[in-house]
């Protein structure tokens, strides 16, 4: 099943409180309950994005749990291969 990394711009994400970051993934959580389909691996937090890894079958899947969910999906991009220190072996 594909893969993707969805960039989302949240002015001051780095700043949330833990109680914040929480309620946010308590809130993905329920979203997909209706998407079950669609998987969320893990988020990055940076300064002012998220970065977050799902697997669903397509973009549009992608799309509509941003939709249900009301977080931004701002760039969708979907993960052709992954590399890591061990690919240099």
Not at 34 to 61: H, N, R
Request: glycine letters at 4%; aromatic letters at 6%; hydrophobic letters at 35%.
């Amino acid at each position: 099943m594909p893969k993707f990394v969805i960039e989302r711009d949240i002015p001051g994400a780095g700043t949330l409180s833990e109680r914040d970051l929480k309620a946010a993934s308590q809130k993905s959580c329920r979203t997909l309950r209706d998407l079950p389909e669609v998987q969320w691996l893990q988020s990055y937090v940076t300064g002012d994005k998220l970065y977050c890894v799902y697997i669903a079958p397509s973009e549009e899947l992608i799309k509509e749990h941003a939709r249900q969910s009301g977080f931004p999906a701002n760039r969708i991009s979907q993960v052709m291969n992954i590399i890591d220190p061990t690919t240099a072996e």
